[in-house]
């Protein structure tokens, strides 16, 4: 299907938690807030970006960028990121994190940081570091991908992302 991506506009709020719960159900990760996290994040003025892919007319993808804070550098954070389950395994993810990646580089912050399963963000560069630590749920799938200095120190995330 072809598609495009772009950046959210008023109108997408209720498409976007849509899209993160249909691609979120029944993962044993997922909490039923998190098709929230997105337009809370909004409503403080803390969505750094929010990106979405659209097919023929429909929402099928969305990534969300907020800041965060490893030790005293600036990060990123990216998430949620979201793929509709019949449009998954089609690089659309891929596609949407290459594009987030690459305005939270031109962002001139330190680097980006999220929670998920390493065999899909390793090929992104994504990478753990033993100098860095976090001390909420899901740590052990704490990965960075720094663009400046060896990051060092602990991870703070929106306190929204962890409510
Ligand atoms: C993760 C997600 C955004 C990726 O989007 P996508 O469009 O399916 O990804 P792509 O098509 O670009 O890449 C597909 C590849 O990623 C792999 N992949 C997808 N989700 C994965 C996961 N959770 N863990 C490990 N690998 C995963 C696929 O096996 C496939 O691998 P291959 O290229 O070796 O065949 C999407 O699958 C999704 O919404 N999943 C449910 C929600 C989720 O897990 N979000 C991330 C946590 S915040």
Sequence with gaps: MKYKI???RDGDEAAIRDVVERAFAGK?????DDKFIVERLREDGSLVLSLVAEGR???IGQVALS???VG???YLCLGPIA??????????GGDLMGHALGVAQAY???????????KYYSRFGFEKFASVSYDGKGADALQLLPFTEPPSG??????LLTA
């Design 72 to 74: 005293d550098l600036k």
């Design 57 to 59: 007319g429909q929402l």
């Design 67 to 69: 800041p965060a804070k």
């Design 83 to 92: 793929v509709v389950p019949e449009q998954q395994g089609k690089g659309i």
């Design 6 to 8: 772009r950046q959210e």
């Design 108 to 118: 001139g912050r330190d680097g980006v940081v999220l929670l998920g399963d390493p």
């Design 154 to 159: 602990k991870v703070v995330f929106h306190p």
């Design 28 to 32: 044993s990760f997922a909490d039923p």
